[in-house]
């Protein structure tokens, strides 16, 4: 059972960048609420996005509102995470989680699948 984050990189800012976390078993996140975590040098970890089993529920930490979009494609096993006008303080490593329930949940303790990381890189 594995998640594979991908596309992460470098971006100036006001660039983007798209997040994808394909999931290597069909049953593990079609049912199961996603979510993308990050965490800065220094920092702790913290909750970007969330979505649900269906993707028609999602949350977003304030500091992405309006320029980050979560989302799922149930028949490809993947979840996105499209990330819009990109700032400096975006830079982390990027983690996707699968949550042991169906709906979103900002909380780690919900998930218990985790992906290996990607890094992100914003330039200013």
């Known amino acids: 059972v594995q998640l594979q984050a991908s596309g992460g990189g470098l971006a100036q800012a006001g660039g983007s960048l798209r997040l994808s976390c394909a999931a290597s078993?069909?049953?593990?996140?079609?049912?199961?609420?996603m979510g993308w975590f990050r965490q800065a040098p220094g920092m702790e970890r913290e909750i970007v996005a969330a979505?649900?089993?269906?993707?028609?529920?999602?949350t977003y930490t304030d500091s992405v509102k309006g320029r980050f979009t979560i989302s799922r494609d149930r028949s490809k096993n993947t979840v996105y995470l499209q990330m819009d006008s990109l700032k400096p303080e975006d830079t982390a490593v990027y983690y996707c989680?699968?949550?042991?329930?169906?709906?979103?949940?900002?909380?780690?303790?919900?998930?218990?699948?985790w992906g290996q990381g990607t890094q992100v890189t914003v330039s200013s």
């Open positions: 979505i649900n089993w269906r993707g028609d529920d999602t």
């Open positions: 078993r069909r049953t593990l996140i079609s049912n199961n609420g």
């Open positions: 989680a699968a949550a042991r329930g169906s709906s979103t949940s900002t909380r780690s303790a919900s998930y218990n699948y």
